[in-house]
């Protein structure tokens, strides 16, 4: 037997462990795991090149729960270690930066990427454990060898009587983490970070059909016939499954394979995802994985981080944020990468160069699926728009090369339901909505019932308008504003038509300056003027006597405030303004102007009035209570 001090100059490395190592110590059980798994791969790794006198079989790995002696066994049929490789592998490599651990770590060394940089996976064993020990026969055929450890720098290397190869992990674990003698606290940690191991692993038994027994039928002696109860095996419990989706060529799998694939990720979501994108590339970063995107119609607020990082089929977070683009964490599925460490921290994330360029490929890739589909099916693309806009709309916003690639598949419908690209839509509307300066006006709406009067105003000269209705639409205009060449958009209610397409032909009042000035005088008199800005128009007598709307500007910045236009909070906080436009050419107007009934005028003003913000919506409590009442009463 072999006694020694383990290769650590620093003597209270093992409570630091126990503190600092992960924040989860949890933690330690995919580390366990994921050794297994690694010393099973580079067998079959050896066996397939003929440097392994061992036959590789069907190896598994099996987690065991001894309740009654406190211990957790981690069982695998892997490469197994020589005591040499012991003495090598677990004594001096694990601690050879421990003084640079120490020096680095000791504040801060939570969520930091310490497994990559210092070979600790297994002593994270430690944080659970009062002791442990490894009992592990060599692929070579060597004797096997027994390591004790019991959380001090001391330990004892003897040989074992192991006949069978692999390697078992004893942990005596202490009293302050008996949780993790558990059966249930055990199978959930499975469930979460081992869930798509590739190697099988066994937690349990469990009671499943016979599948080569076929039940009799049974008739009893009135006729009546009944099945005899199945018949029950015992079969190993394997918690995961070791061939996912994403680790298969996308020319493997059918449409019901992605579907399966997406329930079994998130079992309780019952709606389908509408489409999904396979990531799969090895230059100049290894990449795969499967993306979904689920129905989610105009709630920004729906619940991210559905995406599941894993290294190696390991589950490492599902908290992507740096690694996939923001207007992406809104999507479903997987991304599996050997080139992110395990275990790392935000700032590590967002500094990594690979990291970095993970990012604009997931991009490029989403985009290109998009426009793939687009051209391959544009009426089913058309029928999920809304559905997926917001994602759309939020990448054009928050991530330049994307915001270029999406003129191929960024659609913008109109109130009468037909979609088009931007190229489609300049080219449809620039012979009849460029103004008398030669800007191009797109019109859009935001609520078609809400809107409808001002919808049929631009109608009636033949107008096309957006339906655009997304939460993030003033930011997506100002953008398009800014980047595409004379463009402007105005919203339909924003003011008269005639004012948001100016044209060299101006309607003629009928009411002469003196006319209008009185008009403008008495309007002002009767109209709150904190409420209303008054603008006298000549628009054509049948229009709108009084129709009331919204600066563009002041809108659109109360909106953008209101959805994250930082540093806008002076238009929040001002008061609701609309513009009250009264068309001088309307026979009303003129009546208005020629009663002689100062009471008369007033009543006829504020009926108007009144009937202008009720088609807004702007009519409420009691000033509404009070115009159906005025109304009633001039019926009688």
């Known amino acids: 037997m072999t006694k020694g001090n383990i290769n650590v100059s620093v003597e209270n490395i093992f409570p630091l462990i126990k503190k600092f190592l992960y924040s989860d110590h949890e933690i330690f059980l995919r580390e366990l795991i994921s050794n297994?798994?690694?010393?099973?791969?580079?067998?079959?790794?050896?066996?397939?090149?003929?440097?392994?006198?061992?036959?590789?079989?069907?190896?598994?790995?099996?987690?065991?729960?001894?309740?009654?002696?406190?211990?957790?066994?981690?069982?695998?049929?892997?490469?197994?270690?020589?005591?040499?490789?012991?003495?090598?592998?677990?004594?001096?490599?694990?601690?050879?930066?421990?003084?640079?651990?120490?020096?680095?770590?000791?504040?801060?060394?939570?969520?930091?990427?310490?497994?990559?940089?210092?070979?600790?996976?297994?002593?994270?064993?430690?944080?659970?454990?009062?002791?442990?020990?490894?009992?592990?026969?060599?692929?070579?055929?060597?004797?096997?060898?027994?390591?004790?450890?019991?959380?001090?720098?001391?330990?004892?290397?003897?040989?074992?009587?192991?006949e069978d190869r692999g390697t078992e992990i004893i942990l005596h674990i202490a009293e302050d983490s008996t949780e993790f003698l558990e059966e249930s606290r055990i199978s959930a940690l499975l469930t979460k970070y081992n869930k798509f191991m590739p190697i099988p692993i066994k937690f349990g038994t469990k009671e499943i059909n016979d599948p080569e027994h076929e039940p009799a039928t049974i008739t009893d002696k009135d006729g009546k016939e009944t099945k005899e109860p199945h018949k029950q095996i015992t079969v190993d419990n394997i918690i995961n499954n070791p061939n996912p989706a994403w680790t298969k060529q996308p020319t493997d799998l059918e449409d019901e394979d992605y579907k399966n694939f997406y329930r079994e990720l998130y079992p309780m979501q019952f709606e389908d995802p509408l489409f999904h994108i396979h990531l799969n590339v090895d230059y100049p970063f290894n990449l795969t994985g499967?993306?979904?995107?689920?129905?989610?119609?105009?709630?920004?607020?729906?619940?991210?981080?559905?995406?599941?990082?894993?290294?190696?089929?390991?589950?490492?977070?599902?908290?992507?944020?740096?690694?996939?683009?923001?207007?992406?964490?809104?999507?479903?599925?997987?991304?599996?990468?050997?080139?992110?460490?395990?275990?790392?921290?935000?700032?590590?994330?967002?500094?990594?160069?690979?990291?970095?360029?993970?990012?604009?490929?997931?991009?490029?890739?989403?985009?290109?699926?998009?426009?793939?589909?687009?051209?391959?099916?544009?009426?089913?693309?058309?029928?999920?728009?809304?559905?997926?806009?917001?994602?759309?709309?939020?990448?054009?916003?928050?991530?330049?090369?994307?915001?270029?690639?999406?003129?191929?598949?960024?659609?913008?419908?109109?109130?009468?339901?037909?979609?088009?690209?931007?190229?489609?839509?300049?080219n449809k509307i620039k012979a009849n909505q460029t103004d008398k300066d030669g800007k191009l006006v797109i019109l859009y709406a935001a609520d078609k019932d809400a809107q409808h009067s001002y919808i049929e105003a631009a109608k009636a000269k033949n107008y096309e308008v957006l339906l655009l209705d997304s939460p993030i639409v003033s930011h997506l205009i100002q953008k398009l504003e800014t980047t595409k060449e004379n463009i402007s958009f105005a919203r339909v209610d924003g003011d008269h038509i005639d004012n948001l397409i100016k044209k060299e032909d101006s309607t003629v009042s009928k009411l002469d300056e003196d006319q209008k000035k009185a008009l403008d005088e008495l309007l002002k008199e009767v109209i709150p003027s904190e409420k209303f800005m008054v603008q006298l128009e000549a628009m054509d007598s049948n229009a709108s006597p009084f129709i009331i709307t919204q600066p563009e500007f002041m809108r659109r910045m109360k909106e953008m405030q209101a959805t994250g236009g930082g540093g806008m909070n002076?238009?929040?906080?001002?008061?609701?303004?609309?513009?009250?436009?009264?068309?001088?050419?309307?026979?009303?107007?003129?009546?208005?102007?020629?009663?002689?009934?100062?009471?008369?005028?007033?009543?006829?003003?504020?009926q108007s009035l009144d009937l202008a913000r009720l088609s807004q919506g702007l009519l409420k409590g009691e000033e509404l209570t009070n115009f159906i009442k005025r109304s009633y009463d001039i019926l009688k």
């Open 290 to 426: 499967i993306l979904y995107f689920p129905k989610l119609g105009q709630d920004m607020n729906i619940q991210k981080d559905r995406i599941q990082l894993y290294q190696n089929q390991v589950f490492v977070t599902d908290n992507v944020e740096g690694i996939v683009p923001e207007f992406l964490t809104m999507l479903r599925g997987v991304i599996d990468s050997p080139d992110i460490p395990l275990n790392v921290s935000r700032s590590y994330l967002q500094a990594d160069g690979a990291v970095k360029k993970i990012s604009s490929y997931i991009t490029r890739k989403v985009a290109d699926k998009l426009k793939s589909l687009f051209n391959n099916n544009r009426e089913d693309f058309e029928a999920k728009w809304n559905d997926i806009k917001v994602v759309i709309e939020y990448g054009m916003l928050s991530e330049e090369k994307f915001f270029e690639k999406a003129d191929a598949f960024a659609l913008y419908p109109t109130v009468d339901g037909t979609y088009y690209t931007y190229e489609e839509l300049f």
């Open 570 to 606: 002076m238009f929040g906080n001002m008061p609701e303004m609309y513009n009250l436009v009264v068309n001088t050419n309307a026979d009303l107007v003129t009546d208005i102007l020629n009663k002689d009934d100062k009471a008369e005028q007033e009543r006829l003003i504020n």
């Open 36 to 162: 297994g798994t690694d010393a099973t791969l580079k067998l079959k790794h050896l066996t397939s090149i003929g440097e392994s006198k061992s036959e590789y079989g069907n190896p598994q790995i099996e987690v065991k729960i001894d309740k009654e002696g406190k211990k957790l066994h981690i069982i695998d049929q892997g490469i197994g270690m020589t005591a040499e490789e012991v003495e090598k592998y677990i004594n001096q490599v694990a601690f050879s930066g421990a003084e640079e651990f120490l020096d680095k770590y000791k504040d801060s060394a939570k969520d930091s990427g310490i497994i990559g940089h210092f070979g600790l996976g297994f002593y994270s064993a430690f944080m659970v454990a009062e002791k442990v020990e490894i009992i592990t026969k060599s692929h070579t055929g060597a004797p096997s060898a027994h390591w004790t450890c019991d959380g001090s720098p001391e330990f004892t290397l003897e040989e074992a009587n192991k």
